[in-house]
């Protein structure tokens, strides 16, 4: 499995038939937070760029790339997180998967 995948041992085709929706949502918000990511690094590069020429520190960069990786990214994470669960449960229980499914 390459990397751009998600870790598990259902198939992409189970998958995206048992729940369609599920397998959507949770593309989309990998998506958007790879992008939030790139935006937030970015924004902190672009923060540095005069400080570059010189010696001092870019503590605005800083202060960018750690609010947004906090404020902005960590609850993206969370979100993605919870929402694959709730996708993977989903394909278990299309699956009647015993060993997947909450006690």
Known sequence: MDSTQDESRFTRSDRERFDPLGYRRTHWIRWALRVVILLVAGAALAAAYPCL????????????????????SMPLCLLYESALKVHELTVANGLGDLASKPT
Do not use: C, E, Q, W
């Open 53 to 72: 020429r010189s010696a001092d520190f870019p503590v605005a960069s800083l202060i960018i790339y750690s609010a947004g990786m906090v404020f902005i």
